[in-house]
C-alpha cells in the first residue's frame, strides 16, 4: 500500500495584517542594539532604539490580550522574543493585568490602581514613581499566582520559570561579554521600557472614576489619547475601547473609540495628544493650578483605599 506524502510544514500565519508592523518593531530594536554594540553609540539609533521600547511594550501587552500567530509554537517563540527585548518574563501580563486590571478596571480592589498610593494624584512624580510602586504591590501576586500554578498546572509553571532563566541568562551572559555595553544598549533601554509599560498606567487613570460601578454603568475609569502617536504605538491610547473589548484586534480601536465610546466618556477623559498633555498637566500644572487636571471621584468623599 503507497503511503501518503509528507505534509509540507505550514508557515506560521499573523493572526491581521497589520501585525507586520509590530514584527517590524521587534527585529528593529534588536538590529540597533547589535549596531551600536559593534559601531558605537549613537544619539540618533539610540532614540530610536527608546522608541522602540515603548512599541515593544505595548506589544507585549497586545500580544496577552490576543495571540500575534494562530500556532501555537510560533507564539510560543514570541513569549521568548519579547522575554528577550523587554527585559521581564511575559508571563507577568496575565495575573497583573488580564485578571487583576482588566477585571476591576481601576476599582477598590485593582492592586496598581493609581489612587492607592499616596492619595489621588496627576502630577510628574506621582507618574515617575507610579512604576516602582506598582512592582511593589504586584511582585507579591505573581509570586501567589505562581504559587497555585505550580500546584495545579506544573507545566505552565515550568514554562513561566523557563522565561525567568532566558532572561536572567541573557543579561548575565551580555554581561559577562561587556558590561558596559550591555547596560548602555540593552539593560537601560529595558527599564526605560518597562517603566513606560507600568507608567502609562498612571497616565491613563490617574484623576478617572476609581470607585465602585455596577456593570454597564459609567465609563469614566479610563482616559483616552487621541493624537497621532497612536498609529506608532498601535493605539494604546485608546483605553476605553480596550477596556471594552479586550480581544479585539488594536487596529479595530479607532472606529470603536469614534463610534461607541468617546462620547459616553466624560469630554475632560478626551484628549488630544499625549505630549500636549503630558506639558500642560505634568509641567504647567505644576506652576500654574488652572492646566492641573480634577478628580473624577466625588469631592465630598475620600477615594476608595
Excluded at 553609540?41 to 490576543?66: C, E, K, R
Aim: contains cysteine; hydrophobic residues 45%.
Amino acid at each position: 500500500m503507497a503511503s501518503r506524502p509528507d505534509r509540507p510544514a505550514r508557515l506560521p500565519r499573523l493572526r491581521h495584517w497589520r501585525d507586520w508592523q509590530s514584527l517590524a518593531y521587534l527585529a528593529a530594536l534588536p538590529a540597533l542594539a547589535a549596531w551600536q554594540w559593534v559601531h558605537g553609540f549613537h544619539w540618533l539609533p539610540y532614540g530610536a532604539m527608546l522608541f522602540l521600547t515603548l512599541g515593544v511594550s505595548v506589544i507585549h501587552h497586545n500580544h496577552a490580550h490576543l495571540r500575534l500567530w494562530r500556532g501555537r509554537r510560533a507564539n510560543r517563540f514570541t513569549d521568548c522574543w519579547l522575554t528577550l527585548l523587554q527585559g521581564h518574563p511575559t508571563f507577568v501580563f496575565w495575573p497583573a493585568h488580564v485578571a487583576n486590571h482588566h477585571r476591576h478596571r481601576h476599582g477598590p480592589k485593582d492592586a496598581a490602581r493609581t489612587y492607592r498610593f499616596g492619595g489621588d494624584t496627576n502630577h510628574l512624580l506621582g507618574y515617575l514613581l507610579h512604576p516602582l510602586q506598582a512592582v511593589a504591590v504586584l511582585y507579591p501576586v505573581f509570586v501567589a499566582w505562581l504559587g497555585r500554578l505550580r500546584r495545579h498546572w506544573p507545566g505552565a509553571w515550568r514554562y513561566c520559570m523557563a522565561q525567568y532563566v532566558l532572561w536572567l541568562g541573557s543579561w548575565t551572559a551580555l554581561l559577562a561579554l561587556d558590561w558596559q555595553k550591555a547596560v548602555l544598549f540593552v539593560i537601560l533601554p529595558q527599564l526605560h521600557g518597562l517603566h513606560w509599560l507600568l507608567a502609562t498606567n498612571y497616565l491613563q487613570h490617574a484623576h478617572a472614576d476609581g470607585r465602585p460601578r455596577p456593570e454597564g454603568a459609567s465609563l469614566d475609569y479610563a482616559r483616552n489619547f487621541e493624537g497621532l502617536i497612536n498609529p506608532l504605538l498601535f493605539n494604546i491610547g485608546l483605553h476605553t475601547a480596550h477596556h471594552e473589548n479586550s480581544k479585539v484586534h488594536w487596529s479595530a480601536l479607532s472606529r470603536l473609540h469614534r463610534e461607541h465610546y468617546r462620547a459616553r466618556v466624560d469630554p475632560a477623559l478626551n484628549e488630544r495628544g499625549l505630549l500636549v498633555y503630558m506639558g500642560r498637566v505634568f509641567v504647567l500644572g505644576a506652576l500654574v493650578p488652572r492646566f492641573r487636571s480634577r478628580s473624577l471621584m466625588s469631592p465630598n468623599s475620600n477615594p476608595p483605599s
